[in-house]
């Protein structure tokens, strides 16, 4: 809803000392306000002002109550209730005679606003005593009911709010509190029997890291054969002395010194093709076992398929009944033309699904009897 605005101006004469000079002729002064209307009396105004009527001072009269805050604006003898608030922030009211030059007339820091639906004689509040600090405090938020919130146009919504707003405050530690905490972990380290710092880069855990892994690949054989400790005894015999020999080995290259590089080549190659032996003994003990428990993960398998098999085979069972029974009960011959088709596809579904039940029950039963 747009509201009228309109500037009303009053002209005060101000008298100085009396002087034979003409320069010192008295200035003419303007105090001007807003005047916010309903968009009909606005209408009606505007016209009045752009046409320059004569009778203007009949068809609007503003008339104030003694709070000087509240009164009545009658638009041609019709009343209506106004309150003079307090603009955010002061306008600056100019004139110009050739759209060229502009004066500035006056500052304009006060709105009058305009209802239909107020009250025309609102009760006065009593004066109170300034010394009083209660009183203090009762001036201040009757003051804040004049306090507009908004500029005259749109964009300038709630701008008092918005410039007035609280700042978001940002935490901090406070740093009394950090130095306490240094102090205190500095004293019980002074008081330690024996402290020790430890400081760790990130390159160096990654160099830890692969030289742990080379070192797992090279001990992988004894741990692989301590996990598949179900084996026989054989097999950890034939462990004990692979894992003797290179012993002996390397401490017989240890003896030997760094003099016999090639011969040290050789041992490395022999170690190497000892751990791949021993692995391929122990991969074909196992083989057995893995083939077994691979047969039962496979019948497993089978034996859900044939389930879900079956229950589509009962689903499809019941839904042939159903239309049969529907065919049964229609008289229409096109229409139980229709659902005989929907029941020659049924029964060609169920004979898919016999047979795949068939097929999975034949491959179940040829692998239990390996």
Request: aromatic letters at 4%; glycine letters at 4%.
């Amino acid at each position: 809803m747009q509201n009228k605005k309109t500037k009303v101006t009053s002209k005060i004469k101000v008298g100085k000392a009396v002087s034979k000079n003409k320069d010192d002729a008295p200035h003419e002064l303007e105090s001007q306000f807003v005047l916010r209307l309903p968009p009909e009396y606005a209408s009606t105004v505007r016209r009045a002002v752009q046409s320059g009527s004569v009778n203007l001072k009949d068809r609007l009269t503003i008339e104030l109550h003694a709070d000087g805050r509240h009164g009545i604006v009658r638009v041609d003898r019709v009343p209506l209730a106004c309150k003079l608030v307090d603009l955010p922030c002061i306008l600056e009211s100019l004139k110009t005679v050739d759209k060229k030059t502009f004066y500035k007339t006056a500052d304009v820091c006060q709105m009058l606003v305009c209802t239909v639906d107020g009250d025309l004689y609102p009760p006065l509040e009593e004066p109170t005593g300034i010394t009083d600090p209660k009183n203090k405090k009762k001036d201040k938020d009757k003051e804040k009911k004049f306090v507009w919130n908004h500029g005259i146009t749109c964009p300038l919504k709630n701008t008092r709010k918005r410039r007035f707003r609280k700042t978001a405050k940002k935490k901090y530690i406070e740093s009394p509190d950090v130095e306490k905490e240094v102090k205190r972990l500095l004293s019980t380290d002074s008081e330690a029997v024996s402290v020790r710092w430890e400081v760790i880069a990130e390159d160096e855990t990654k160099e830890a890291d692969n030289h742990g892994s080379l070192a797992n690949l090279d001990s992988s054989p004894g741990t692989s054969g301590h996990k598949l400790g179900h084996g026989s005894s054989v097999e950890r015999d034939e462990l004990r002395e692979i894992f003797n020999d290179i012993s002996s080995s390397s401490e017989d290259e240890e003896d030997e010194g760094d003099r016999h590089e090639d011969e040290d080549l050789n041992i490395m190659d022999t170690e190497e093709d000892l751990e791949r032996q021993l692995q391929e003994k122990l991969n074909e003990s196992d083989g057995a076992r893995d083939e077994s428990e691979c047969n039962n993960q496979i019948v497993l398998e089978f034996q859900v398929q044939i389930n879900n098999v079956k229950n589509k085979l009962q689903e499809t069972q019941d839904r042939k009944k159903q239309q049969e029974d529907l065919i049964m009960k229609v008289e229409n011959l096109a229409l139980k033309n229709r659902f005989q088709t929907l029941l020659d596809e049924i029964i060609q579904e169920e004979e898919r699904l016999m047979e795949q039940l068939a097929s999975l029950q034949e491959q179940l039963d040829s692998l239990i009897e390996k």
